[in-house]
């Protein structure tokens, strides 16, 4: 990682983009669209599959569907639940360093090093984002498998 570049004549520090974590980045972008298309795809033939299957025997596609109504509420919550530790954790280092970005974190753009209040404020912003993204995971992950139970019932 390069060092900060600091012109005390013409502003705060800047912390220069890391090329690897905007590799990172992007591939993790790429990784999300192409899995999450892939995810469509197969739903959507599993949707026609379970279409006929309800026709035949209603029963067993209900419960093919419940499990696949929880496999996804699993799957969206346990996303949800990991960003929201991620921007806790982040939240955290922001308050203990007294500064955003954190000492060793790496940047995708050219990042101007802020501290005291407006460090606090993307601390509090961090940490705000945590819990509703948790809150979203688990109990959205709780109350889509519950409406999908009553639905059926």
Do not use: H
């Amino acid at each position: 990682m390069e060092s900060p570049q600091r012109n005390p004549a013409s502003g705060p520090e800047i912390i220069p983009a890391d090329p690897k974590a905007r590799r990172v980045a992007l591939a993790l972008v790429l990784a999300g669209l192409v899995a999450g298309g892939t995810a469509v795809l197969w739903l959507n033939r599993y949707q026609d599959d379970l279409l006929r299957l309800a026709r035949k025997d209603r029963p067993v596609a209900v419960a093919k569907a419940l499990r696949l109504a929880n496999a996804v509420a699993l799957a969206g919550g346990a996303g949800l639940v990991a960003a929201g530790v991620w921007f806790a954790v982040l939240g955290r280092r922001i308050c203990s360093a007294g500064r955003f970005p954190p000492p060793g974190m790496r940047v995708v753009r050219d990042t101007p090093v802020r501290t005291g209040a407006a460090a606090r404020r993307l601390a509090a912003l961090a940490t705000a984002a945590a819990v509703l993204l948790i809150l979203c995971g688990t109990v959205g992950m709780w109350y889509f498998c519950a409406v999908a139970r009553a639905l059926v019932a």
